[in-house]
């Protein structure tokens, strides 16, 4: 099987469906556009062409090029409603609307009606189950997750989520499609939060604990993970980047995905941010204040105290990572991909645990564990085998 050529689909109009779709025509192919609200795709044109025409300026792109790609793709005029025929030609449609298990499956059962038999079916949820998704098909084994990452033009990440009953055919045909238009594919399992939302967690959730323990505020804590930890925002900064209400709400879908597992227990202080409306930069308030004129609080100077802090963050985002591999979510290699290519983390997380050995980041982790006597803070079983045995993930 090849979606090699095919006609790509595009449901949504949004930012995150205007880039999947500018991303299949650059890559050559025919691409059909569409939205169930009125006037949408007029809108994703004309954001489009700016950004396009920007490219052009900046002389990335060719003006030929650039009219090329605009060109290939078809913005449906006319709102979906119940009327999905525009995609009857359609080799792969992909779907970028609400994240709402029930409008996702109403679409894919509707999909089903008007594309051949043998079409693939992606979803692009970041929080969804594939495998409910899947559910509402009667050729549920051509139904796959192809999880872009926003701005879907910019970041090279794409998580290829099959559910257990997807097709081999199906599942490397998108994996191979991925690469072909230059992205950087990794495997993930159906499970909550894919890798990268599931791995990240501790980067937010460790140090807001560590902040309402006292230990520091959040401008030493910023401080330590860009000076120790070479990450390019620190937590703090970068929670206020994404959004308060957005972080929050991953954390949540993956807490209750995960059956309430302590690990990704969501966070008092950040949800009373987003019930302050102090959403972040969007809102000019978050963890930071950043009207005009107020300065950003200085950090604590003291390298002891940036060391304790980066050592428990760190400990924490590794026993992450080594556990997804324990759990099957993603291979070691595609594992550090997804952190390295997805969220820009300055190494892969795996390799740090090679670099720093297994054997001290199990100290860590057994001392918080019996520090506070919380699951939160369980050692990953493979991290105490590779402890025990002195064995790395990479040779």
């Known amino acids: 099987m090849s979606l090699h050529g095919t006609t790509v689909g595009v449901v949504g109009a949004g930012a ?5 779709a500018q991303i299949a025509a650059a890559a050559g192919h025919q691409v059909i556009l569409g939205d169930a609200v009125a006037g949408v795709t007029a809108n994703a044109r004309a954001s489009m062409s700016k950004a ?11 003006r030929a090029d650039a009219d090329a790609l605009l060109a290939r793709i078809d913005f449906s005029p006319q709102p979906l409603a119940n009327e999905l025929s525009a995609y009857k030609s359609c080799g792969l449609v992909i779907e970028a609307i609400v994240e709402d298990i029930d409008a996702k499956s109403r679409l894919f059962e509707g999909l089903e009606g008007v594309v051949a038999p043998d079409a693939v079916l992606a979803t692009n949820t970041s929080s969804l189950s594939v495998t409910a998704i899947a559910g509402a098909c009667r050729r549920a084994q051509r139904v796959i997750g192809l999880h872009f990452f926003n701005p879907a033009p910019v970041l090279p990440l794409v998580e290829v989520v099959p559910w257990r009953g997807t097709q081999p055919t199906v599942i490397n045909a998108s994996h191979a499609l991925m690469a072909a238009w230059k992205k950087t594919p990794v495997l993930a399992s159906d499970t909550p939060g894919f890798i990268v939302n599931r791995i990240a967690r501790p980067y937010y959730g460790e140090a807001i604990r560590i902040a309402e ?8 804590i910023d401080a330590a993970m860009r000076g120790l930890g070479k990450f390019k925002m620190g937590p703090f900064e970068l929670m206020d980047f994404i959004g308060n209400d957005v972080n929050f709400a991953v954390t949540r879908s993956v807490f209750d995905g995960l059956f309430y597992d302590p690990r990704y227990r969501p966070s008092l202080t950040q949800q009373r941010l987003v019930e302050a409306g102090y959403l972040g930069r969007k809102a000019g308030r978050g963890y930071f204040d950043y009207a005009e004129g107020v ?6 100077p003291d390298p002891v105290v940036a060391l304790l802090i980066f050592e428990r963050i760190i400990a924490m985002l590794i026993n992450e990572a080594v556990d997804a591999v324990h759990m099957n979510v993603a291979s070691p290699a595609d594992v550090d991909l997804a952190m390295t290519r997805g969220v820009n983390y300055p190494k892969g997380l795996l390799v740090w645990c090679d670099e720093i050995g297994a054997d001290r980041e199990l100290a860590w982790m057994t001392r918080l564990h019996e520090e506070f006597t919380e699951d939160r803070y369980r050692p990953s079983p493979l991290l105490r085998r590779m402890a ?4 790395k993930f990479f040779a």
């Open 213 to 220: 323990e006292g230990i520091a505020d959040y401008a030493t």
């Open 388 to 391: 025990r045995d002195n064995t």
């Open 52 to 62: 396009l025409d920007r490219e052009v300026e900046k002389k990335k792109l060719g």
């Open 295 to 300: 300065a950003k609080p200085e950090p604590n």
């Open 16 to 20: 995150m469906g205007t880039g999947i």
